[in-house]
């Protein structure tokens, strides 16, 4: 959560945490996933107002279960299908389809809302444009209130914290334990928000992180420095193999998850040659055995069955997507309480 020019405190990025911070957000969430901490009125009389301009299960499900259950209110807007659509970009003439520009829409949700949160997927062609996060920094610039990211360009946060939560309840204390994120085939190009916000997750916790992807299939370089940052940081360490067997070989835990190599960028169908050949970069159970003996299986979800992971790894003990997805509302509801609640005061 930043404070920087602005009283207000965002939160865009997981890195932009101080380890205090982040440890201090994932003891509240522990605590109130125990029960041990009810809180039940904490976000009374409190409104979220969260704006997907991209479709959602349980970002959406979690934060509005999260503000229910401490006496807040949720607003759900789908600009473009139940609410008007919207201009993203700046100084366009807008004699088109879209109706209502983010500069205006973002200070009249400021002004209804006491935090505003924001889904914004990658939709352009050019990666050094798009790397930006344009239309997140753009909607938090004009929000007056806290801005959370849902998921923009460049980062999940929310995705982190579950998934640091979920190596903390797995590993118990993961400073030292080997992470793998895994690079799987998928037909269509992904975005690089979830890989990153995951390997910050995982040298946020002290883990040594290995990177394993086809050649081609680097992150940015920006966010590889980011990612070296925070290991630094947290004593962790992190390296990249093009190798997906012997990376898996004696893993604690291995993150599955594709996305579309940034060298061919909006161009799905060259993409779509380079990943032509890489069907076989997928969790098999026979690889899942090659884990360390209680090493298990994260993948943030949706999952493409058979494609990214096989139905025997997603049904077997090795799994722990349901309670990484699962920890998605008990982080939350720590957010909220930091940045809205009583805790915020
Ligand atoms: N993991 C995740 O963000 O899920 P949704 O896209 O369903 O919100």
């Known amino acids: 959560m930043t404070a920087a020019a602005h009283p207000k405190r965002d939160f865009l990025d997981m890195a932009d945490l101080a380890p205090s911070e982040l440890s201090r957000l994932l003891d509240l969430a522990a605590r109130l996933k125990r029960g041990e901490q009810k809180r039940r009125d904490a976000l009374a009389q409190k409104v979220l107002a969260m704006v997907f301009l991209d479709p959602s299960l349980r970002t959406r499900t979690s934060f509005e279960v999260a503000m229910f259950l401490h006496g807040g209110h949720a607003v759900v807007l789908e600009p473009?299908?139940?609410?008007?659509?919207?201009?993203?970009?700046?100084?366009?003439?807008?004699?088109?389809?879209?109706?209502?520009?983010?500069?205006?829409?973002?200070?009249?949700?400021?002004?209804?809302?006491?935090?505003?949160?924001?889904?914004?997927?990658?939709?352009?062609?050019?990666?050094?444009?798009?790397?930006?996060?344009?239309?997140?920094?753009?909607?938090?610039?004009y929000c007056e209130k806290p801005v959370i990211n849902l998921e923009s360009v460049r980062r999940h946060p929310c995705q982190g914290l579950a998934d640091a939560l979920t190596l903390r309840e797995r590993l118990h204390d993961p400073k030292g334990r080997r992470c793998t994120l895994m690079w799987a085939y998928h037909p269509k190009p992904l975005p690089t928000a979830v890989p990153a916000s995951a390997a910050i997750a995982a040298v946020s916790q002290g883990m040594n992180l290995t990177i394993a992807h086809p050649p081609g299939y680097e992150l940015d370089p920006d966010d590889m420095t980011t990612i070296q940052r925070?290991?630094?940081?947290?004593?962790?360490?992190?390296?990249?193999?093009?190798?997906?067997?012997?990376?898996?070989?004696?893993?604690?835990?291995?993150?599955?998850?594709?996305?579309?190599?940034?060298?061919?960028?909006?161009?799905?169908?060259?993409?779509?040659?380079?990943?032509?050949?890489?069907?076989?970069?997928?969790?098999?159970?026979a690889r899942s055995h090659k884990l360390s003996d209680q090493g298990f299986v994260m993948h943030c979800l949706p999952v493409r069955r058979n494609i990214e992971i096989d139905d025997a790894v997603l049904d077997g003990p090795r799994a722990a997507v349901v309670d990484e997805a699962e920890n998605r509302l008990h982080v939350q509801r720590a957010l909220l309480l930091e940045l809205i609640g009583e805790l915020s005061q």
Do not use: C, N
């Not at 100084?91 to 935090?115: K, S």
């Not at 032509?276 to 098999?284: A, E, G, H, L, P």
């Open 80 to 141: 473009g299908r139940t609410s008007w659509a919207w201009e993203t970009q700046k100084g366009v003439v807008m004699d088109g389809t879209t109706v209502e520009h983010i500069a205006e829409a973002a200070r009249v949700l400021g002004r209804y809302a006491d935090a505003v949160a924001l889904r914004a997927f990658p939709k352009g062609s050019d990666w050094t444009t798009e790397r930006e996060d344009r239309v997140l920094r753009d909607f938090a610039h």
């Open 230 to 285: 925070v290991a630094s940081d947290s004593g962790g360490s992190v390296e990249i193999s093009h190798k997906l067997d012997e990376s898996i070989d004696g893993s604690d835990v291995v993150y599955v998850k594709s996305w579309g190599a940034l060298r061919h960028f909006g161009r799905p169908s060259d993409e779509a040659a380079l990943r032509s050949d890489k069907r076989d970069w997928r969790m098999t159970e």
